[in-house]
């Protein structure tokens, strides 16, 4: 019977960070006055996220989400909030598309401090399967732009 | 026990690797994989005996017209049904109750009726039924469960008081393993007036059923979860049932006479079978029964129980997890769920070992928000699983934990 440690790909895909974060999530809770609410689901897995973001003058001056799931999509959701506060909505979408690229697996979007945490969880880019688990926030991050255009 | 390894053998798909280790396949309530005899079976129907049927006058369609139809008297023999035109061929289960639904209940239920399920039904016994009742402004009433995952029968007496027309239940459940007592369940439902459909995707390729002496009206199946194709499966009805109803789909075969403005249908139970039928389908799903039935039902039943026993044993042992379900006597389905570790992470975790469980609801919302839980990791077991799968989850298992900082690595 194998009784090996856990393979370097798994340990890459849980590293402390990313369960920090999914232990201890930051920007917990909801808004009392969020200008955008955005809920989605993956009816897949069953993993939630109720989004709602405070945005003036096309900056987000506050973010808060509420969760449930996986550590890679409460992780991802953590990290992402920290990334937010006080960026204009075109600067949020940029760094959607540099998170969308690091899980197609972009080496350079996986360096981008601009990522801040959110690169350890390049090695969900190995676990294809999981990369709509990583993305479900960043969805209702897009989300919530779309449906007030 | 069953010598599962030995079975293993005459499954092509078991003899491969995932991520350079032997493949345990612990997802059978999903789907199950093929012995050789199916795809043989499929592939020799192919080769020597393929025409629409029921349609052409020369050998190579009558052939085919008799090999679809002996396969339909294989499984009324299997669950031994009322008789082989009780006998419709579906999609599988969720058509099957599909068709109950949009043919049966649609012409028999009334505003202000009752229909009856529980709240372990999985999606396609619980869906049909709520567009149903919302179609003809009738009520759905949704019978609890008890704590550790059966039926609550009080709360099934109240149901029934108020008349149901129609009461639906698994016979086993898929995400708790659960074996309902079903023909106590469709006695109680008969004495007030009800027609009983039985959910019977999980009973079916795991336990004898005998669908008169359970004496419900409607069993539904998928032969996929049976060792047989996808997109196979059947409904089994009392004949007379069949021959009320009026017909699911139009379309060819399932008519008698079409004139501009209306038809005639066709005989049952080829009422419910429009259109070109998947008689490839129906073929490996009767070589999937000779398979099954040269094992013995009652065989698999037992070996399933052990194994099911076994899992939990094993994994009761791990500090931090919570099986879902009965305690005892249980089909071979385990739900559960490990400390903070999600089950989503619990499964790519166990994949990268080879072992494939399925992480989620199990199209049972209703019962995971009973349970308080969003998800739970599910193995389930059939006849090529065995005491060495059992270990290779627990072990991968403790990996997942370490991971997750509950035992040390």
Redesign the interface.
């Known amino acids: 019977?194998?009784?090996s440690?856990?393979?370097p790909?798994?340990?890459a895909?849980?590293q402390e960070l990313i369960?920090d974060h999914?232990?201890r999530p930051r920007n917990k809770g909801m808004l009392e006055h969020p200008t955008h609410a955005v809920s989605l689901n993956n009816p897949?897995?069953?993993?939630?996220i109720d989004l709602h973001l405070l945005v003036q003058d096309a900056v987000i001056r506050d973010v808060r989400f509420v969760g449930?799931?996986?550590?890679?999509s409460q992780a991802s959701a953590s990290m992402m909030t920290q990334l937010l506060k006080e960026k204009s909505v075109p600067q949020v979408l940029t760094l959607a598309g540099r998170m969308s690229a690091m899980m197609q697996g972009d080496a350079a979007a996986a360096t981008d401090k601009a990522l801040g945490d959110l690169r350890a969880l390049a090695g969900v880019s190995k676990?294809p399967?999981?990369i709509k688990?990583a993305l479900l926030p960043w969805n209702a991050l897009t989300d919530a732009f779309k449906s007030s255009a | 026990m069953l010598d599962a390894a030995r079975f293993r053998a005459d499954f092509p798909l078991l003899q491969r690797q995932e991520h350079g280790?032997r493949l345990v396949y612990l997802d059978n309530a999903a789907t199950t994989q093929k012995p050789q005899a199916v795809l043989d079976a499929i592939l020799d129907y192919y080769r020597t005996t393929n025409a629409n049927v029921h349609r052409g006058a020369y050998s190579l369609a009558i052939r085919a017209t008799e090999t679809y139809e002996a396969a339909r008297e294989r499984v009324a023999r299997f669950l031994n049904a009322w008789a082989p035109e009780g006998v419709v061929f579906t999609r599988g289960t969720t058509e099957a109750i599909n068709l109950v639904a949009g043919a049966y209940g649609r012409a028999n239920l009334r505003q202000g009726d009752t229909v009856v399920v529980t709240a372990m039904d999985h999606h396609s016994n619980v869906v049909p039924w709520q567009i149903l009742c919302q179609e003809k402004g009738a009520a759905l009433r949704m019978v609890e469960i008890t704590e550790d995952g059966r039926i609550d029968l009080s709360d099934y007496g109240q149901a029934l008081e108020r008349r149901p027309k129609i009461v639906a239940f698994p016979y086993v459940s898929n995400s708790l393993g659960t074996v309902n007592p079903a023909a106590q369940l469709i006695r109680l439902a008969h004495a007030v007036g009800a027609v009983v459909v039985v959910d019977g995707a999980q009973s079916t390729p795991h336990l004898r059923v005998d669908v008169q002496a359970l004496d419900c009206d409607f069993y539904a199946c998928s032969g996929h979860k049976m060792l047989g194709p996808m997109g196979s499966g059947a409904l089994v009805a009392k004949p007379a049932l069949l021959e009320a109803m009026p017909p699911y789909h139009g379309g060819g075969e399932m008519i008698s006479k079409v004139w501009d403005d209306h038809s005639t249908y066709n005989r049952i139970p080829h009422k419910f079978e429009a259109g070109t039928p998947n008689v490839e389908g129906a073929v490996g799903l009767a070589a999937a029964i000779d398979y099954l039935e040269r094992i013995g039902l009652e065989q698999i039943a037992e070996h399933e129980q052990a194994l099911a026993k076994a899992a939990i044993e094993r994994l009761s042992q791990i500090d931090g997890v919570v099986v879902y379900g009965p305690r005892g006597h249980r089909a071979g389905v385990v739900s559960f769920t490990y400390g903070?570790?999600?089950?989503?992470?619990i499964a790519?975790?166990l994949d990268?070992?080879g072992i494939c469980i399925r992480?989620?609801?199990h199209c049972t919302?209703p019962l995971?928000r009973r349970l308080n839980v969003?998800?739970t990791a599910r193995a389930s077991f059939y006849l090529y699983n065995g005491l060495e799968d059992v270990?290779?989850l627990a072990?991968s298992l403790v990996?997942a934990g370490?991971?997750?900082?509950y035992v040390p690595?």
């Open positions: 019977m194998d009784t440690p856990p393979e790909k798994l340990r895909l849980y369960l999914y232990r897949l897995c069953g993993d939630e449930r799931g996986c550590s890679i676990f399967v999981r688990c | 280790r903070d570790v999600h089950p989503h992470d790519t975790i990268q070992d992480a989620g609801h919302q995971m969003a998800a270990e290779a072990t990996k370490a991971l997750f900082g690595a």
